[in-house]
């Protein structure tokens, strides 16, 4: 069974802190990795995405951090905003010409004013 | 550009009723994609199709079906509703060769 396994579970960050979620993978072939952000009542929507030859991208107040040997990937979010409380998904793909995605569980984060 | 439309958005089944969820995509994406979410299980998929005519199971396949007679529309069926399908569904799509998958908003099934 290939896993996306993700913690924390749940988040609270004052604002302007920084929120920090975990992921780790299993499958070694997995080569492309993004981050999703869902907003309560409405369906996920890409936010970030790496690929293992780098081990981290950066846009915006977002940031991705890839560790290959480790099997870990985060994603950090600098300068927390109220704006930002939203469901977060990990994910990872294999090649081929399928496109299909393995989620992680899932991380509510609730950044306070 | 609508990008991914589900119908309906909310439903009430009984065990035993049988439904389907629409989902269509005006980005003229050749591959479409079924999950479900149930909470803090993050998304499992259904059923994926890589084109008109080609279905094929995900993680989580049973007690649905699909077709994909067109390029647009990706109906998931339900056939004999048990409380287990009680979820979210989240259809999505995206063309080949990106992975960048595109959400709908997602149907809210309840099943008593």
């Known amino acids: 069974q290939q896993q996306v396994k993700q913690s924390p579970q749940s988040l609270i960050v004052q604002k302007g802190g920084i929120s920090i979620i975990n992921c780790a993978y299993e499958n070694t072939a997995f080569d492309y990795f993004p981050w999703y952000q869902q907003f309560p009542g409405k369906g996920p929507a890409l936010l970030i995405a790496?690929?293992?030859?780098?081990s981290e991208k950066k846009e915006g107040r977002f940031t991705i951090s890839f560790n290959k040997s480790a099997k870990q990937f985060s994603l950090h979010i600098m300068d927390s905003q109220p704006g930002d409380s939203a469901t977060y998904f990990c994910a990872a793909s294999s090649p081929g010409n399928t496109g299909k995605l393995i989620f992680g569980q899932g991380t509510t984060l609730q950044v306070k004013p | 550009n609508a990008g991914v439309t589900q119908t309906p958005k909310f439903r009430i089944l009984k065990i035993g009723q049988s439904m389907t969820l629409q989902c269509t995509q005006d980005m003229n994406h050749n591959y479409m994609y079924w999950y479900r979410q149930d909470p803090g299980m993050g998304l499992k998929l259904i059923y994926y199709s890589v084109g008109a005519g080609i279905t094929d199971k995900g993680e989580v396949p049973n007690g649905y079906n699909v077709s994909r007679s067109t390029t647009e529309d990706f109906p998931l069926r339900l056939e004999l509703a048990a409380p287990s399908q009680t979820s979210v569904y989240f259809c999505?799509?995206?063309?080949?060769?990106?992975?960048?998958?595109?959400f709908g908003p997602g149907t809210r099934l309840t099943v008593t």
């Open positions: 999505a799509s995206t063309l080949g060769g990106s992975r960048e998958q595109y």
């Open positions: 790496i690929r293992p030859d780098v």
